[in-house]
């Protein structure tokens, strides 16, 4: 696992989910219906949990994780960031409603993630 090529997603994603955040609370709080804001929250939520999830991957120690699992859990918790966030933000700075239909598959994602960590944990002899 290259773990610089993750510090550097998870830097990005951290900033993105704090400039977010702060973009909602300041800008869009008077432009947006409440239930927009509802929604870009939820994923500037989920950006953050989703990149607090990647950090402590990363950290754990690549002996205790089966390593491909591991792999796996990051690529499906990056994809799962791409695919729900991505498309609930772009649903709000567009209003183009099909983009809704990819969130669901970036919610499959994050849960792919979690099953490969499981995985992981169960480890390959």
């Not at 500037?44 to 950090?55: E, G, S």
């Not at 209003?95 to 993630?113: E, R, V, W």
Request: charge should be positive.
């Amino acid at each position: 696992m290259n773990k610089l090529f993750w510090i550097k997603v998870i830097a990005v994603n951290g900033l993105l989910s704090v400039v977010l955040g702060a973009f909602t609370a300041h800008i869009l709080e008077g432009v947006l219906t409440a239930q927009r804001i509802e929604t870009f929250n939820t994923a500037v939520d989920y950006q953050i949990y989703h990149t607090l999830a990647l950090l402590g991957l990363i950290c754990i120690d690549d002996k205790l994780l089966a390593m491909r699992w591991k792999k796996y859990a990051a690529v499906f918790f990056l994809l799962g960031i791409i695919l729900f966030c991505g498309s609930l933000y772009l649903l709000i700075a567009t209003n183009i409603s099909k983009l809704a239909m990819l969130t669901p598959l970036g919610g499959l994602s994050f849960m792919i993630g979690w099953i490969m960590l499981l995985f992981a944990a169960i480890r390959e002899n």
